[in-house]
């Protein structure tokens, strides 16, 4: 089928990321996306004209999730260097950092009301942190393999989360118990999420399929197979009648949860699509993916089907409770075999005059060892520029500093070495880092074995008096 002047269509491209695209979100007043990627980087990309993007330098390793806090004050971040870092979305760019866990960090999600922070690792655990006071609060530990996402409810009662041990589970926030469990035979679940109002959930399965199970009567609902390859994200629009998924068959599919039908494929990438994201308001998604792009598309579901999903919605029967607008009803499987009326978009084929973006990139290094520091950046504030400074809370800080701090501020950054000045590349000084580290451990080592060296003098030496004591028993016997 012809695409129509309604479909959805490719806006942008964004370039300036050197590798993969992991993880995308949108800013919660949709003026800036955040995305993270296999190069290492956090990128924070502007939709206005001219914009320059922020590239934040302070990960070690691959940045696995990104995500705005529901204020979007903070960016939150995890990586496979098994820390998450929290960043203010800024020229500044200043971050706190968590070492949060012991292997691989997957994921970070925010709970609506920006009070906590829950991230998955390959440790097999998920922590949650309160950002009021920054530091950590639990584990939920029953998962027996890598942890790969988790995911608060909208009314953060409940976490959701996917492990490679082929589950899904879901946990109650308030007595840290696992509640609920989805057993998968087949494959695992790559992504998870709630649906907006809470009731279902969504799996994006390695096994190619995508399945939304509704949670009050633990029953899976629907069960689509329209890719040919993994799936590794998906994303409810805010209206909670579509969904959106991302696949490494290089596709993005569209479907529609009340019809219970597939109706747009959109091939936009080169190669495998990792992630994807609507907009708070739903009126664009993004999607990253192997190609290194960003690619940033325009709906307008709401305008032209809200009418539409109303009446439908109005027709339709429930045996539990009387219907509404954002339930998902329960269908049978949905393999999308034989001939389906979809409309296919190729981008590439339609779009003549698209609007490319490779926007001048501002470097935003950080440099901080302890778990929660302060971060040290190389870019000067404009002239007059309000410089509020020291990073402590980032969701308590203020907006207003007074006269003497801010010209003490201001002499502090004029004195920090541009990037002409810097004498240690970063390279040197990630490796003079690690040295530090290994010499830590082979200390600590160390300081075992003379431990255990001393208790075993002890133990000799108590060996030698005890036969003393025997010799001069049998000395005197005789």
């Known amino acids: 089928m012809a695409s129509a002047p309604e479909d959805p269509v490719l806006q942008r491209y964004f370039k300036g990321h050197k590798a993969a695209i992991t993880s995308a979100d949108f800013s919660p007043d949709g003026k800036q996306l955040a995305t993270g990627s296999w190069d290492t980087f956090l990128m924070l990309w502007s939709f206005k004209p001219q914009a320059r993007a922020f590239r934040y330098v302070g990960h070690k390793d691959v940045v696995t999730s990104v995500q705005f806090s529901p204020l979007g004050n903070l960016l939150a971040s995890a990586s496979r260097d098994r820390t998450v870092r929290l960043w203010i979305p800024d020229k500044r760019g200043k971050s706190s950092e968590f070492k949060a866990h012991t292997a691989p960090v997957r994921s970070v999600d925010f709970s609506a009301d920006g009070q906590f922070l829950a991230t998955a690792s390959e440790d097999k655990s998920i922590k949650v942190w309160n950002m009021y006071r920054q530091r950590f609060l639990y584990s939920l530990y029953r998962h027996t393999h890598w942890v790969r996402c988790a995911k608060f409810s909208p009314d953060g009662r409940l976490i959701v989360s996917c492990s490679e041990d082929k589950t899904i589970k879901i946990w109650d926030t308030t007595n840290k118990q696992c509640?609920?469990?989805?057993?998968?035979?087949?494959?695992?679940?790559?992504?998870?999420?709630?649906?907006?109002?809470?009731?279902?959930?969504?799996?994006?399965?390695?096994?190619?399929?995508?399945?939304?199970?509704?949670?009050?009567?633990?029953?899976?609902?629907?069960?689509?197979?329209?890719?040919?390859?993994?799936?590794?994200?998906?994303?409810?629009?805010?209206?909670?009648?579509?969904?959106?998924?991302?696949?490494?068959?290089?596709?993005?599919?569209?479907?529609?949860?009340?019809?219970?039908?597939l109706i747009y494929t959109l091939q936009g990438h080169t190669g495998p699509v990792f992630t994807v994201t609507f907009s708070k308001g739903g009126e664009l998604f993004t999607s990253g993916g192997a190609d290194a792009q960003v690619l940033l598309w325009r709906t307008n579901f709401d305008e032209l089907n809200c009418k539409d999903v109303i009446k439908r919605n109005l027709k339709r029967l429930h045996f539990d409770s009387p219907p509404h607008l954002l339930d998902i009803y329960p269908r049978t499987p949905h393999p999308q075999e034989g001939k389906i009326e979809t409309v296919e978009i190729n981008p590439k084929l339609d779009v003549v005059d698209l609007q490319t973006s490779t926007p001048p990139v501002v470097d935003i290094l950080s440099f901080d060892s302890t778990t929660t520091t302060e971060t040290t950046v190389h870019t000067l504030p404009d002239k007059g520029e309000e410089i509020c400074g020291y990073f402590l809370n980032p969701s308590l800080m203020s907006s207003e500093c007074s006269p003497t701090t801010l010209k003490k501020k201001t002499e502090?950054?004029?004195?920090?070495?541009?990037?002409?000045?810097?004498?240690i590349p970063l390279a040197v000084t990630d490796a003079l880092e690690h040295i530090m580290e290994q010499l830590n451990v082979l200390t600590q080592t160390v300081s075992i074995l003379e431990q255990r060296l001393t208790l075993t003098e002890d133990k000799l030496k108590d060996c030698l008096e005890n036969q003393q004591r025997l010799f001069n028993a049998i000395q005197q016997k005789s």
């Open 179 to 261: 509640v609920n469990n989805f057993s998968d035979f087949v494959g695992f679940a790559n992504f998870v999420d709630f649906n907006p109002n809470g009731t279902c959930i969504a799996s994006a399965g390695s096994d190619h399929t995508v399945k939304i199970w509704d949670i009050r009567v633990n029953k899976l609902l629907q069960h689509y197979q329209v890719h040919s390859g993994g799936v590794n994200c998906v994303s409810f629009h805010p209206s909670g009648n579509y969904l959106i998924t991302a696949s490494s068959d290089g596709m993005l599919k569209i479907l529609d949860l009340l019809e219970g039908r």
């Open 412 to 423: 502090e950054m004029s004195d920090l070495p541009s990037e002409n000045q810097r004498s």
